[in-house]
């Protein structure tokens, strides 16, 4: 019988199989290597970063924030009350998303829109939401794209100091200290975390990628022997790229279609930049295996791409008016089908999120003590708003489950524009 289960088994897709222990096992090896400078899939990148820096009120930093889809700019200044005000804010599409740009391009253009911010404030904080190696001076030099950015010149350079070096001759003379966005992200929870009288912090961010960063104690940072031994820092895990985890038949296809194949292989079964096509590709497989009705398959089989929107609208309401699938003629059987594909697929990817959150919030040491639980700051598109298989509430619940079993304690939080946020708190803390 040719079920959908059936289906998803013989391709290797079976979520009833996925062994969450196996998989935090499987993270505490790749981190254990990573944070050793031994070859792993983890990179455990130390961003120089503490979560104890006093912020200046009342001084104003300027924020780049590239993303994956979006680049954002603004200037932010912290009241003495500690709450932050966002100013001067302008958003356009992230260089190297549409078409192929070159470095001077790249960096020229990031520049043109960081000038008319330079009269507001001295100092910029740039978060950059790619595998970056940070310097001690908070400089990043890209290690290599994710999120399918086509702008193959701007690896190996380092970010901060090239596009100082644009906005020099604009007149800036201050400093631009570079961090992931999941590293933002963890500092912008802080100061809810410490009214809360948190043992430790998580950031994680699922959008168009997705990611971890947490606290690590300088000692267990074996490749950086040279640190203050009792001292600790935040990591950016990099867990988009974690790697030893079961490829079905699908996933291979997806990493077949992406320009950096074998690479990102948690995140191109998680993230928003790829959700929608790698249901896609579960789609036009069933259609050629007969899930589907000849009518229906030879439509699915035109689809030239697919949308993580228009693929979890359509899931969450078979009968909405909104996106690719809903402008296919489908019969209720397809409309069935269809929707419990997608399940699986949004389903798997809340799942593995849970895995990493948990994993960050083990990895913290914290958390021991229920009046010191750990601060958990959550960001993306992805995370908030997919609605298929109840994603956030599935994800919620099986981190709860991973964590409770283990005795740690957490608290998840959601502060607004987190990745800005935390960019200015390192803006203006960063030695
Ligand atoms: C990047 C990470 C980033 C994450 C979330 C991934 O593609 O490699 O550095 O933190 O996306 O934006």
């Given at each position: 019988?040719?079920?959908?289960?059936d289906?998803?088994?013989?391709?290797?897709?079976?979520?009833?199989?996925?062994d969450?222990?196996?998989?935090i096992?499987?993270?505490?090896?790749e981190?254990?290597?990573?944070?050793?400078?031994?070859p792993?899939s983890?990179?455990?990148?130390?961003?120089?970063?503490?979560?104890?820096?006093e912020?200046?009120?009342?001084?104003?930093?300027i924020v780049?924030?590239?993303?994956?889809?979006?680049?954002?700019?603004?200037?932010?200044a912290?009241?003495?009350?500690?709450?932050?005000?966002?100013?001067?804010?302008?958003?356009?599409?992230?260089?190297?998303?549409?078409?192929?740009?070159g470095?001077e391009?790249?960096?020229?253009?990031?520049?043109?829109?960081?000038?008319?911010?330079l009269?507001?404030?001295?100092?910029?904080?740039?978060?950059?939401?790619?595998?970056?190696?940070?310097?001690?001076?908070?400089?990043?030099?890209l290690?290599?794209?994710?999120?399918?950015?086509?702008?193959?010149?701007?690896?190996?350079?380092?970010?901060?100091a090239?596009?100082?070096r644009?906005?020099?001759?604009?007149?800036f003379?201050g400093?631009?200290?570079?961090?992931?966005?999941t590293?933002a992200t963890?500092l912008?929870?802080?100061?809810?975390?410490?009214?809360?009288?948190?043992?430790?912090?998580?950031g994680?961010?699922?959008g168009?990628?997705?990611?971890?960063a947490?606290?690590v104690?300088?000692?267990?940072?074996k490749?950086c022997?040279?640190?203050?031994?009792?001292?600790?820092?935040i990591?950016?895990?990099?867990?988009?790229?974690?790697?030893?985890?079961?490829?079905?038949d699908?996933?291979?296809?997806?990493?077949?279609?992406?320009?950096?194949?074998?690479?990102?292989?948690?995140?191109?079964?998680?993230s928003?930049?790829?959700?929608?096509?790698?249901?896609?590709?579960?789609?036009?497989?069933?259609?050629?295996e007969?899930?589907?009705?000849?009518?229906?398959?030879?439509?699915?089989?035109?689809?030239?791409?697919?949308?993580n929107?228009?693929?979890?609208?359509?899931?969450?309401?078979?009968?909405c008016?909104?996106?690719?699938?809903?402008?296919?003629?489908?019969?209720?059987?397809?409309?069935?089908t269809v929707?419990?594909?997608?399940?699986?697929v949004?389903?798997?990817?809340?799942?593995?999120?849970?895995?990493?959150?948990?994993?960050?919030?083990i990895?913290?040491?914290?958390?021991?003590?229920?009046?010191?639980?750990?601060?958990?700051?959550?960001d993306?598109?992805?995370?908030?708003?997919?609605?298929?298989?109840?994603?956030?509430?599935?994800c919620?619940?099986?981190t709860?489950?991973?964590?409770?079993?283990?005795?740690?304690?957490?608290?998840?939080?959601?502060?607004?524009?987190?990745?800005?946020?935390?960019?200015?708190v390192?803006?203006?803390?960063?030695?």
């Amino acid at each position: 019988m040719n079920t959908i289960l059936d289906f998803l088994k013989r391709h290797g897709f079976d979520n009833s199989a996925l062994d969450a222990e196996a998989l935090i096992d499987a993270f505490a090896k790749e981190a254990a290597a990573g944070l050793a400078g031994q070859p792993s899939s983890l990179a455990m990148i130390p961003s120089y970063l503490g979560v104890g820096a006093e912020i200046p009120a009342d001084k104003p930093v300027i924020v780049v924030d590239a993303g994956g889809t979006n680049l954002r700019v603004c200037t932010v200044a912290f009241g003495a009350d500690g709450k932050p005000a966002i100013s001067n804010f302008s958003k356009c599409a992230m260089p190297g998303v549409e078409r192929e740009v070159g470095a001077e391009e790249f960096f020229s253009f990031i520049a043109s829109r960081v000038e008319p911010l330079l009269p507001f404030a001295s100092d910029i904080g740039f978060c950059f939401s790619y595998p970056a190696e940070i310097t001690p001076e908070c400089d990043g030099r890209l290690i290599r794209w994710s999120k399918q950015i086509k702008a193959p010149e701007v690896v190996g350079k380092f970010v901060g100091a090239e596009l100082r070096r644009r906005l020099v001759p604009m007149g800036f003379k201050g400093r631009v200290s570079v961090m992931n966005d999941t590293v933002a992200t963890l500092l912008a929870g802080v100061s809810d975390g410490i009214r809360r009288n948190s043992s430790s912090y998580v950031g994680m961010i699922l959008g168009t990628g997705t990611n971890t960063a947490t606290v690590v104690a300088n000692a267990a940072i074996k490749k950086c022997p040279g640190l203050p031994q009792d001292g600790s820092m935040i990591i950016n895990l990099e867990t988009g790229s974690f790697a030893p985890i079961p490829l079905s038949d699908f996933d291979k296809r997806l990493h077949a279609l992406t320009l950096d194949p074998g690479h990102y292989n948690f995140e191109k079964q998680i993230s928003g930049g790829y959700l929608g096509q790698l249901g896609l590709v579960v789609l036009k497989a069933a259609a050629e295996e007969g899930l589907l009705t000849p009518k229906a398959a030879s439509q699915i089989a035109a689809l030239p791409a697919l949308e993580n929107r228009d693929l979890d609208e359509f899931c969450d309401n078979p009968y909405c008016d909104f996106g690719a699938l809903s402008a296919l003629e489908l019969s209720d059987d397809d409309r069935r089908t269809v929707q419990a594909l997608g399940e699986a697929v949004y389903t798997r990817a809340s799942l593995l999120s849970a895995i990493n959150i948990a994993f960050s919030a083990i990895l913290s040491g914290g958390g021991k003590d229920p009046l010191a639980p750990v601060c958990i700051n959550i960001d993306g598109s992805t995370y908030f708003k997919t609605k298929t298989a109840d994603f956030k509430s599935r994800c919620e619940a099986a981190t709860r489950a991973l964590l409770e079993r283990r005795g740690i304690h957490h608290r998840t939080i959601c502060i607004p524009d987190s990745p800005i946020i935390g960019a200015a708190v390192a803006g203006l803390t960063a030695r």
